[in-house]
């Protein structure tokens, strides 16, 4: 088996997912497709990034399940226990920290019928966004380290997943300091980025 060219078609294919997912979530972006489709398409902005993110990261998931790997570890009994409600609470994590900001306007609904929505929907601040500012990055990190069984590809997409969580919070936080001003940057100073307790993530 040439596993090499496995890993390569993996991390080229999340590099390529990365820009991708920066590129639409970038307030020029939508500037740009207002332009060329005309205002009325700010409504269906959002729901369109959310489509086209899921659509296009499931080939690259399917690829790190078909495609042959190397398994380099699996965590042993008693610890998978410890690991498998880990991850069941991260997943449950998730969830609480969709249902604590404007669920419809997340997932692109409500911007349908209001297309302002996004931009003047309230800074959240309370439940798990008290804890770190991105709750969703960090309950799919604790997902993503504690899968059961790891191998090369799994762990190529968890390396570049947990990097870009990194690296593209930076852009993001860019365009909440623009919509939330110096009530964002007072939050910035107060709660971490990713990681609980970690200032500098």
Known sequence: MNYPIYLVIVISSMGAWCVLHSWLAAFSTKVMAERIFGKGFKRYFRLLYILVAGVTLLPILTMVLVFPARVLWIIPTPWLYLTLTLQGLAVLGLVVSVLQVDTLSFIGLRQLRHPQAEDEGALVTRGFYRIVRHPLYFFSLVV??????????????????????ILGTIPEERKLVEIYGDAYRAYQKRVPRIIPFLRIF
Do not use: R
């Open 144 to 165: 993503f380290w504690l899968l059961p069984v790891m191998t090369d590809l799994s762990l190529a997409f968890v390396l570049v997943s947990s990097l870009y969580f």
